[in-house]
Nanobody, 125 residues
Framework: QEQLVESGGRLVQAGGSLRLSCAASGRTVSDYTMAWFRQAPGKGREFVSAISRRGGSSFYSDSVKARFTMSRDNAKNTVDLQMDSLKPEDTAVYYC??????????????????WGKGTLVTVSS
């Protein structure tokens, strides 16, 4: 069974940068489209970004486009999310997810196979 463990979340000031990582174990991550979702306090979970199995294409929500960059290292079984120009509204628990069938662009409409437990990002104003 695939296990996903997120790390890197912390308190950061608005305008700052943060890099989240997701380490996968149990299966080879190259078999999966990988994604990041987030859930802000009192709100539902929302899609953030997704990347194809070999990293050739990525897809972002409008709210993070041009500020966040997702990458993957299949040799290390990891995916990262570089977050720049952070805003207070980016405050949320960020979750890593994996799906065997979805493409990067279909992730927002897919039911993901595996989820991590999340890492908290807090952006202060």
């Amino acid at each position: 069974q695939e296990q996903l463990v997120e790390s890197g979340g912390r308190l950061v000031q608005a305008g700052g940068s943060l890099r989240l990582s997701c380490a996968a174990s149990g299966r080879t991550v190259s078999d999966y489209t990988m994604a990041w979702f987030r859930q802000a306090p009192g709100k539902g979970r929302e899609f953030v970004s997704a990347i194809s199995r070999r990293g050739g294409s990525s897809f972002y929500s409008d709210s993070v486009k041009a500020r966040f960059t997702m990458s993957r290292d299949n040799a290390k079984n990891t995916v990262d999310l570089q977050m720049d120009s952070l805003k207070p509204e980016d405050t949320a628990v960020y979750y890593c997810a994996a799906d065997r069938r979805a493409t990067a662009s279909s992730v927002p409409y897919s039911v993901m196979d595996y989820w991590g437990k999340g890492t908290l990002v807090t952006v202060s104003s």
